[in-house]
């Protein structure tokens, strides 16, 4: 707006015959996240694990580590068993987005919830894993996602999709938002997450309003 602004003065026009001071700037809508319900989420799951690829249930794997931890695809990478401390109950994160200018913490602690280490004492008992091997054996399994969301019905989900789940599935759970902001390693203090996330989806929303009442009979 400044630089269309500046443009007409170059030209000659005053403040007062230029237009482009009289108008507003508009901020930019946030996109609205369309997210699975509970009940597509789960049917998802045998759908990814069921479909008959050779690794459809390393896929299932991948997309129940990614919804459970909010981690971004390129922390999921680097996610090793060696990071897993099961007498805390927390899995060490590396943290992708991290200015290098900055003092940022290098990782991120992040506590288990009981999905998560559901998941984690299966894959430790399917697979005897050594401390450096890879928590999950795929890089992506967008293919089996999409799959998935067709047949279930609901919209496209991406791998960062899912990071968007776990964050809104804690703040629906009554997580507050610092400390989901600090689960998804955001260093504003929950600035963003609250911008993101600081909204409650039509499936809670309508749990929520049938729990309201004003003791009056109908």
């Known amino acids: 707006m400044n630089v269309l602004r500046q443009i007409f003065a170059l030209a000659g026009l005053s403040r007062e015959a230029n237009h482009a001071f009289k108008i507003k700037r508009l901020g930019i809508q946030p996109k609205t996240l369309e997210l699975p319900t509970t009940d597509e989420f789960e049917k998802m799951l045998p759908l990814i694990e069921s479909s008959g690829a050779a690794q459809a249930k390393d896929c299932a794997d991948l997309v129940r580590f990614l919804s459970f931890t909010g981690c971004r695809v390129s922390e999921m990478k680097r996610a ?76 496209r989900l991406t791998h960062h999709s899912l990071r968007h789940l776990f964050a809104t599935r804690c703040v629906e759970s009554g997580i507050d938002i610092p400390t989901v902001a600090r689960w998804l390693g955001h260093s504003d203090g929950g600035m963003l997450a609250l911008k993101i996330y600081g909204h409650l989806r039509r499936e809670h929303s309508q749990n929520m309003a049938a729990k309201v009442t004003f003791g009056v009979a109908p």
């Open 80 to 155: 090793l068993w060696r990071d897993v401390n099961w007498q805390s109950n927390e899995i060490i994160v590396h943290c992708a987005k991290r200015r290098r200018t900055s003092n940022a913490a290098l990782t991120r602690t992040v506590p288990m919830i009981p999905a998560l280490r559901q998941l984690l004492e299966k894959l430790r008992l399917e697979q005897q894993p050594q401390p450096d091997d890879r928590i999950c054996k795929l890089s992506e399994c967008q293919g089996a996602l999409t799959r998935a969301c067709r047949l279930v019905g609901c919209s």
